[in-house]
């Protein structure tokens, strides 16, 4: 039975009846299409049943913050700013869990991991029944997430039609400690959760930063930066890439480019201009732009500015300076500028990685 997602009665009235009487329900979040009962053991077996016998815990929706109090054991101080901005949002996060909840919404450590979605029917449907809900992906084990209602192939008796607004797994936070500990990388950007917690973030095993530098042409500079770093760090999980503000396509590093990171035994041969676009700004969760102008840029396309960290200012400069029809020795110049950049930025990005 397909009912309506609208944010109207008859929409909360279909899930509050469900609901108490112990269904599974699917329906639309600001993630991914989601499906999930109300908190008990019964309704942890029918999911795993669902789910194809799945063994990990289960995540457990809530209407509110005093809500998720009474489930957890502490809610450090630290998240107060984090959840008044991405809550109702999707931003997952993992606490000590109180005694006596369903072992399937508790992991081995004794942790549970609890979010607000920002679907209204949903939230008020929990109030009005009084309960969490427990909550997973509409989808079978190997499965993309769905989207949409369209897309769920696991046999629900209500799915409430729409599409989820974002498409895109929630983050997942471990705060039972005094580091935050980033499990899944996801809708909310981790050096976002970095800079509202003040607190630095440790990325679990599994997890890829994406970085990206952005120059004028990505012929000398933002390369240069991108094969150095991947040299340096290669041992780390980063995916690095570089682009330009200028637009140009498929044009290799400038020929001095080149011959000073070979001084230095890195090789720039393979590179080939990218221009910069909206989806590798989306892409990127962390954006290094060279001069001020480039950040100008990267922002008009609607990067998270808490992504963004200018590269000029690790180094305490007002911009990398441009060495495009510059001798070789500016080059040099320019290419050490780079370097000691990114050797600060590799020690940071090491804190992250290592514990």
Known sequence: MVGDSSYGAMSIEELVKFFQTGKVVGFPTDTVYGMGCL???????????LKKGREKPFAVFVPDVDSAK???????????????????????????????LPPGVVSGEGKIGIRIPDFPPLIEAMKRVGSPVINTSANLPGEVPPVSHKDVRVPLELMLKGDSKGGIPSTVVDVSGERPVIIRMGAVKVFEIEAITGKTILLSEGNVLNILYVCSGNTCR???????????ARDLPLFIRSCGTLGFSGSPATENAIKVMEEIGVNLTAHRSTPISRELIQWADLILPMEPVHREEVLSLGANPYTI????????????PDPIGKDIEFYREVRDLIVKGNRWLEKHLRERFNP
Do not use: M
Request: hydrophobic content about 40%; overall charge negative.
């Open 39 to 49: 908190l008990s053991e019964d309704c942890v077996a029918k999911l795993r049943e």
């Open 309 to 320: 960290l200018p590269f000029y200012e690790i180094i305490d400069l007002e911009k990398i």
């Open 222 to 232: 933002s390369p240069i930066a991108q094969y150095h770093l991947s040299y340096c």
């Open 70 to 100: 009474e489930l957890v054991e502490e809610f450090p101080n630290y998240i107060n700013s984090l959840i008044k901005k991405h809550w109702p949002g999707g931003l997952t996060l993992i606490f000590r869990a109180k005694k006596g």
